[in-house]
């Protein structure tokens, strides 16, 4: 099975923050990455696929990077509507979910 | 607009089979271009994915649930569905239905609201 491993698993920064959480697969992935926010009681939310491509509707705030075995989500300039639980998603063999990074804001 | 919606029981017995459907509206789930799938979440904790299913009806699930899942779908009434055998408590979550593309970009793109099953006597 592939693992995601997810870091940090807490990450508090303020207002206008630029901010990354990265994804480490335990083997080469390609660039078959996902990355979802969650906030709480609710489905989670598409922002970027394929390692890098923006879901339409999404702030040009958010970018993603990478390819084989490690990934970034960053956030150029954090805002409080940004506050929320982040995945990471591989599917390049069946599919699995990092363990989640929640971002607060200080 | 597409839309997804489970639902099913709210509260499952320990050894009996947890059932759920997902009814998609606003499109076709016969399309070749998209994979149906579930997904669920534990209170408090994170993502685990279940299985997919393909409107031509090959479905492919995690590994780990593998011997208790079956997904299928029903392209006549526009419906997926999930079933997991010999629950117990750990099987207690959120469960949620979601559409994939078939390669890329690959993402789970929409959603259901997800419904809450729990496990108990």
């Known amino acids: 099975d592939i693992q995601m491993t997810q870091s940090p698993i807490t990450l508090s920064a303020s207002v206008g923050d630029r901010l990354t959480i990265t994804c480490r697969a335990s083997q080469n992935i390609d660039n078959w990455v996902a990355w979802y926010q969650q906030k709480p009681g609710k489905a989670p939310k598409l922002l970027i696929q394929?390692?890098?491509s923006l879901e339409s509707g999404v702030p040009s705030r958010f970018s993603g990077s990478g390819s084989g075995t490690e990934f970034t989500l960053a956030i150029s300039s954090l805002q409080p509507d940004d506050c929320a639980t982040y995945y990471c998603?591989?599917?390049?063999?069946?599919?699995?979910f990092g363990q989640g990074t929640k971002v607060e804001i200080k | 607009q597409l839309q997804l919606q489970e639902s099913g029981p709210g509260l499952v017995k320990p050894s009996e089979t947890l059932s759920l459907t997902c009814t998609v509206s606003g499109g076709s789930i016969s399309g070749t271009n998209y994979y149906w799938g579930w997904i669920r979440q534990p209170p408090g904790k994170g993502l685990e994915w279940i299985g997919n299913i393909h409107s031509s009806g090959s479905p492919y699930y995690n590994p780990s649930l593998k011997s208790r899942v079956t997904i299928s779908v029903d392209t006549s009434k526009n419906q997926f569905s999930l079933s997991l055998s010999s629950v117990t408590a750990a099987d207690t979550a959120v469960y949620y239905c979601?559409?994939?593309?078939?390669?890329?970009?690959?993402?789970?793109?929409?959603w259901g609201q997800g419904t809450l099953v729990t496990v108990s006597s």
């Open positions: 394929k390692a890098s």
């Open positions: 979601a559409r994939r593309g078939v390669g890329a970009p690959g993402g789970f793109d929409y």
């Open positions: 998603q591989q599917y390049n063999t069946y599919s699995t």
